[in-house]
């Protein structure tokens, strides 16, 4: 399904009353598979309201910020471990061992965290038919 056949999200439920995708903790973004990328089994995740821009990464060390990006840096996975019922843990595949993680209304991170803990992203319902998804505060399961 390409994500320009799917209708704009209604007013009421786009990210900050109306506004754009900022790579916020409450951005809605699309998963895309990643096999354009050479990165079969993997996703991407595309702003909802802004076809072609992506989640990317920046920076190094501890803590990597997530930002939007014509090409994306950061591919993700779904790994074995789930978290909470209706929430997924998402890990780097190009960084294996770092998670999607956000809290607090922050921009969302890649954290270096260990399989048992990795961060919960609950799904949202009003987009899981058409495979995109809210970051919500992630929780450390």
Request: aromatic share 10%; with cysteine; charged share 20%.
């Amino acid at each position: 399904l390409s994500l320009r056949q799917v209708p704009e999200p209604p007013q009421s439920e786009r990210p900050f009353g109306g506004g754009g995708t900022n790579a916020s903790a409450a951005a809605t973004w699309r998963m895309q598979p990643a096999n354009d990328w050479g990165m079969a089994g993997a996703f991407v995740f595309e702003a909802y309201d802004r076809p072609g821009m992506y989640l990317a990464s920046r920076g190094v060390g501890q803590h990597v910020e997530l930002s939007l990006g014509p090409t994306p840096e950061s591919f993700h996975v779904r790994p074995a471990l789930n978290g909470e019922k209706g929430a997924s843990s998402f890990e780097s595949s190009s960084r294996p061992g770092w998670y999607v993680s956000c809290a607090g209304g922050a921009p969302p991170k890649l954290r270096a965290l260990r399989l048992e803990r990795a961060p919960s992203v609950t799904l949202d319902a009003a987009f899981k038919k058409s495979s995109s998804f809210k970051i919500a505060n992630a929780t450390e399961a």
